[in-house]
Antibody
Framework: EVQLLESGGGLVQPGGSLRLSCAASGFTFIGHAMNWVRQAPGKGLEWVSSISGTGAGTYFADSVKGRFTISRDNSKNTLFLQMNSLRVEDTAVYYC???????????????WGQGTLVTVSS | QSVLTQPPSVSAAPGQKVTISCSGSSSNIAYNYVSWYQHLPGAAPKLLIYDSNKRPSGIPDRFSGSQSGTSATLGITGLQTGDEADYYCGTWDSSLSAGVFGGGTKLTVL
């Protein structure tokens, strides 16, 4: 059974940093690109970033480009999202989602975690 | 403002059929497959349709998808109260080099 478990969320001040993790199990991790998708309070889903199976290719939404970094440790089946220069508008539930493809360019997301809440507030 | 446009809400009676539209452009839906997701409050989003019209195992055939030109449609027949949720379309946008979602449609089963 595919399982994705996010962690690392919490309260952070504007301008601060946070690192999210997503522990994956139940599948061959390197065989799938991975994504982060977020949902701000009262808003819809927003794709944030993706990374290829090998980690060589990454993509970012314009709203986080230059501030967020995505990475993965295939030896530990773990996906990361390093979030710097956080803004109030980054407040959201962040979901880790498995992509059916391997290239990093988002195709479709066939498994999702339960999400971790990030609150950016002073 | 989402790149893909969905109606904010739709509603229908139990047992009836509903369709949810997703309108895009030549940089996204016209040349890339659309997927659809169901999102219940407090739960993880769930894949309903991928590659325009394919259903993952376990998704009943009450759910269907279609895609033509710059638009896509999700259809749900035999509506049940358990279908009440938010529904999102998603695809790749070649101009933005980014994944994109619609703004979401809230389905109410009256």
């Amino acid at each position: 059974e595919v399982q994705l478990l996010e962690s690392g969320g919490g309260l952070v001040q504007p301008g601060g940093s946070l690192r999210l993790s997503c522990a994956a199990s139940g599948f061959t991790f390197i065989g799938h690109a991975m994504n982060w998708v977020r949902q701000a309070p009262g808003k819809g889903l927003e794709w944030v970033s993706s990374i290829s199976g090998t980690g060589a290719g990454t993509y970012f939404a314009d709203s986080v480009k230059g501030r967020f970094t995505i990475s993965r440790d295939n030896s530990k089946n773990t996906l990361f999202l390093q979030m710097n220069s956080l803004r109030v508008e980054d407040t959201a539930v962040y979901y880790c989602a498995r992509d059916q493809g391997t290239s990093g360019r988002p195709h479709y997301f066939d498994n999702w975690g339960q999400g971790t809440l990030v609150t950016v507030s002073s | 403002q989402s790149v893909l446009t969905q109606p904010p809400s739709v509603s229908a009676a139990p047992g009836q059929k509903v369709t949810i539209s997703c309108s895009g452009s030549s940089s996204n839906i016209a040349y890339n497959y659309v997927s659809w997701y169901q999102h219940l409050p407090g739960a993880a989003p769930k894949l309903l349709i991928y590659d325009s019209n394919k259903r993952p195992s376990g998704i009943p055939d009450r759910f269907s998808g279609s895609q033509s030109g710059t638009s896509a449609t999700l259809g749900i027949t035999g509506l049940q109260t358990g279908d009440e949720a938010d529904y999102y379309c998603g695809t790749w946008d070649s101009s933005l080099s980014a994944g994109v979602f619609g703004g979401g449609t809230k389905l109410t089963v009256l």
